[in-house]
């Protein structure tokens, strides 16, 4: 079995993977739908300016650790576990699991700046959240060719030897 026909398997992952992606992007919007349809509705929030004061304080040091909870995490779940048995499916499980990871925590930004919008009904504490959210998706959408290097870097004699 050649190279190509090896990474079958990979490729198909990495297509779920896209699709997955782009599902979280989609909910993203979401959120900023109904942060405009809760703007035009009659709703007017009652919490005092020194708790979202906090709140807000409190939200974007978290926005900012998930960069770093980002790359923390998906260094342990790439690590983790017994490289040199390690099976294609558990592979890609580990590369699904990381992307996954790393997107929810990024649209995990988004529902700061909802929760403050929702305090506030401020668009302004809504959007830089959900700018942020969209930056930390793109830049970690899931790439092939980062795959495909890491895959093959578990078992350089994949074209060889692969482990379905």
Not at 20 to 34: H, N, P, Q
Not at 47 to 58: A, C, D, G, Q, Y
Not at 70 to 97: D, H, P, Q, V, W
Request: net charge positive; no cysteine.
């Amino acid at each position: 079995m050649g190279l190509s026909a090896s990474l079958e398997p990979l490729k198909f992952a990495f297509r779920k993977s896209q699709i997955i992606s782009f599902s979280l992007i989609g909910g993203i919007f979401i959120y900023y739908f109904i942060a405009l349809w809760v703007n035009h509705s009659a709703y007017s929030p009652k919490v005092s300016r020194e708790f979202v004061e906090l709140l807000r304080t409190l939200f974007l040091a978290m926005a900012i650790m998930i960069i770093f909870l980002i790359k923390f995490l998906k260094s342990i779940i790439l690590a983790s576990g017994n490289k040199s048995n390690m099976t294609t499916k558990k592979r890609i499980e580990k590369l699904m699991i990381t992307n996954i990871v790393e997107l929810a925590l990024a649209e995990g930004v988004t529902i700061f700046g909802l929760v403050l919008f929702l305090l506030t009904k401020n668009l302004n504490d809504f959007y830089p959240f959900f700018v942020f959210s969209i930056i930390l998706i793109i830049v970690h959408l899931p790439k092939y060719s980062h795959w495909e290097n890491w895959y093959l870097s578990l078992n350089p004699n994949q074209e060889s030897n692969p482990k379905l």
